[in-house]
């Protein structure tokens, strides 16, 4: 049990569509981040809020998109949903500092685009 | 740029044998590596980590890793394999951009464990 709760669980979502996913962070944890896990693939480093901003990002388009609130909770957002969005999306809080900082995992929501 | 590769998708055991899952890392700088666990259907667990301590790193359930800086290797063992093991392993390497941390996952390796 790492403290980081995702929802919803699972979903289903039809090609064009929006959807949001939200995540709680681990009591304490100031830094959230997400990531993309395509079936049979390791993840992927969507990006970072820390102080509701993001701060870092990896290789993914701008229609997705995120929140960080007060709380440290977060949202992530895609927008016009293709079939390859279909993956597990994990989020990760921690806390801003040093390097090797240990970052927990939530169980994920499982994104079914058809 | 860092990375890492795992040099077997697929490792079959038997139970009660060794577990060796092995891991290249490639950085420009000092890395921080990870080995995390992933049972169907389920999120990621924290197995280990090396920030820089001591080179062999002692993690949950049995599991341990070596860091060698020579080798480029951060190889995960455990002396005794269980049927609670099998599960996909990810071998991973953090970046710390400016204030982002960022892990780059390894392609992960499946442990299979049988009587």
């Known amino acids: 049990e790492t403290g980081v709760t995702q929802s919803p669980t699972h979903l289903i979502k039809t090609r064009g569509q929006q959807v949001t996913l939200r995540c709680s962070s681990q009591?304490?944890?100031?830094?959230v981040s997400w990531y993309q896990q395509a079936l049979g693939q390791g993840p992927q480093f969507i990006f970072q809020y820390y102080r509701e901003e993001e701060n870092g990002r990896g290789n993914f388009p701008p229609r997705f998109s995120g929140l960080q609130f007060p709380n440290y909770s977060s949202e992530l957002n895609v927008n016009a949903l293709e079939l390859d969005d279909s993956a597990l999306y994990l989020c990760a809080s921690s806390i801003q500092g040093a390097p090797g900082n240990t970052i927990y995992f939530g169980e994920g929501s499982w994104l079914t685009v058809v | 740029a860092q990375s890492v590769t795992q040099l077997d998708s697929h490792v079959s055991v038997s139970e009660g044998t060794p577990v060796l899952l092995r891991c290249n890392y490639s950085s420009s700088y000092s890395p921080s590596l990870f080995w995390y666990v992933q049972h169907p259907n389920k999120g990621l667990q924290l197995l280990l980590k090396?920030?820089?301590?001591?080179?062999l790193v002692k993690g949950i359930n049995g599991f341990e890793a070596e860091f060698k800086k020579s080798e480029t290797s951060f190889h995960l063992t455990k002396p005794s394999a269980h049927m609670s093991d099998a599960a996909e392993y990810f071998c991973?390497?953090?970046?710390?951009?400016?204030?982002?941390?960022?892990?780059?996952f390894g392609t992960g390796t499946r442990l299979q464990v049988t009587l």
């Open positions: 991973v390497v953090s970046a710390n951009t400016g204030t982002a941390s960022k892990l780059t």
């Open positions: 009591s304490g944890h100031n830094t």
């Open positions: 090396y920030t820089s301590a001591a080179t």
